[in-house]
């Protein structure tokens, strides 16, 4: 999210009622508490739109298939949600019941969207960072990767910290990392990390399951799967709380952007992050 993001939100973790064995976790009551930090919205500028020096570099020609590729990720880019196109509502609808498939969505303006990490009761006004492009990811990682997500959703994984980060807004958060990150905005790639995406954009083969994607532009959704789980098992081993989100997110990019530079990786599944994930 920008400068020009809302209220911040945290979830605090109740250890009362909390039973885990090895297979099973049992739900955990949770409340959503506002208050004035600034890890989400202000605070994410300085975390992910920050460009260094190091990143100041000449761009990268392009091949004929990278330049189509790189432009049809920025028109999805450039797609603003907007909560009256019926195709944004089905997408919302269905990330709901990827997420509690058996808890009956009573409205797309809701309370019960604070179960899922959004700000408020309208997921829609925590789009304006990520666009709907940051709606796609969640729902293909709910969609390609259903444990993955319901362990992060559902926190139960680790020794997690009283004052957790919420799920559905630090997914939005981590959609606007990687744009900035990969310098999607930009005609052609001006960072090393950039040029080396768009390689995987045009060579990626990924079973997509029932997403409609074709296979070269999952490569950005499944790149965010992998930011995702990084970025939480960079949370735990850090023994973060929600103060420490944009450090955590520091760490995430750094780590990131070396795996994405090794030279035996040629594919994203090479990524040493995507053995975290798990279907």
Known sequence: MDDRGGSFVAVRRMTQGLERSNNTCHSTSAEVVAGSAAWLGRGLSCVCAQRRESDARPSFDLTFAQEECLQRLQSRIDIAYDSSIPEHQEALRALWSAAFPEEELRGLISEQWKEMGWQGKDPSTDFRGGGFI?????????RNFPKSFQDLLQKREGDRSVWEYPFAVAG?????????????????????????????????????????????????DLLYCITFKLMDHQWLTMRASYMDFNTVMKATRRQLERELLFEDVTRLEDLPSYSLLTR
């Open 172 to 220: 939005v958060n981590i959609t606007f990392m990687l744009i900035q990150m990969l310098d999607l905005e930009a005609v052609k790639p001006r960072t090393l990390v950039g040029a080396t995406f768009l390689k995987f954009l045009t060579g990626n083969v990924e079973l997509l399951l029932s997403y409609d994607l074709s296979e070269n532009e999952s490569a950005f």
């Open 134 to 142: 940051s709606l796609e990811n969640l729902l293909y990682f709910a």
